[in-house]
């Protein structure tokens, strides 16, 4: 498709894409297992090896990454520390099965979604929770379908989260009097084809939001108001990211390639005409 700019392809659903301040790309192989490293030159190095389900990736203020997955951890020189585990949340009213995207804010805490998943295995009122200290989870809001997308305002005031299943964003108040972030009000997806999945924000603070079975990506004003929606060569696409020496460029990650559908995953690349807001690193 005119625009886009194949990087690499042939992996499952790749999720998680983080840019370093080399240029290089993280990013995750969700069923197959591993997190690997795009570096500008097109080489492929394995970070991670094995790890599945990583559905979001963090750079730390001192180095090394934060992953998702069964648990949150730090993974910096060969070692693993874990941040939060499921048994640091409740397991009521379902257990925590694990943990999907998330995103730093200006404090360098965490913002993650926990799936909760019932008995019969579904979703059961999964929700999001924040992290500031390790081993201790503060959950933010419940009710949740599908918890994806998190990515914060330019000036660090709103935190957005998008319920893939529910076809919404939730604007999430950071500086709530109270010291506890709340959720303001939600943003309706209805109108678009598919759910939102991933989302980045740029520095006029739009969103940039992927969406998963819609066979698109759109960027939405803060008030939620469609301003562009850009056909993708998926029709899967998990998430975005900004990339670049200005991050002028945007990064879009796929289940699927519908242009080749042998190629399966894929990581393309397209210029949006807008830079990205550098995205919050962990700092605990």
């Not at 309706?188 to 603070?205: F, K, N, Q, R």
């Not at 939001?209 to 696409?237: H, K, M, W």
Request: proline fraction near 8%.
């Amino acid at each position: 498709m005119d625009g886009f700019t194949l990087l690499v392809s042939g992996y499952g659903a790749i999720e998680g894409p983080a840019a370093d301040d080399d240029g290089g790309l993280y990013f995750s192989d969700v069923p197959n297992g591993g997190v690997y490293r795009l570096a500008p030159n097109g080489q492929v190095d394995v970070v991670i090896p094995r790890r599945k389900s990583v559905g979001g990736i963090i750079l730390h203020i001192d180095g090394g990454i934060v992953v998702a997955g069964r648990d949150i951890s730090r993974v910096a020189d060969g070692h693993t520390e874990v941040l939060l585990s499921r048994t640091d949340l409740p397991p009521t009213p379902h257990p925590v099965s694990g943990f999907n995207d998330m995103c730093a804010d200006a404090d360098g805490r965490i913002f993650a979604g926990a799936v909760r998943r019932n008995a019969a295995g579904g979703m059961g009122d999964s929700e999001l929770v924040m992290i500031d200290k390790p081993g201790v989870g503060v959950p933010i809001y419940h009710g949740i379908g599908l918890p994806n997308g998190a990515a914060t305002s330019p000036d660090g005031h709103w935190l957005y989260h998008a319920d893939t299943d529910e076809r919404s964003i939730a604007v999430i108040d950071l500086w709530d009097p109270s010291g506890t972030p709340s959720v303001s009000r939600r943003i309706s997806t209805a109108e678009l084809p598919g759910g939102p999945d991933g989302l980045a924000i740029d520095v006029e603070g739009g969103l940039w939001v992927a969406f998963y079975q819609g066979g698109c990506i759109a960027r939405l004003s803060p008030d939620g108001t469609v301003e562009r929606r850009i056909e993708v060569p998926a029709n899967e696409p998990l998430n975005v990211c900004f990339i670049g020496p200005d991050l002028s460029d945007l990064i879009v990650v796929t289940q699927d390639n519908t242009e080749d559908p042998g190629l399966a995953g894929s990581i393309f690349r397209t210029s949006v005409g807008v830079s990205g807001v550098p995205a919050a690193r962990v700092s605990m």
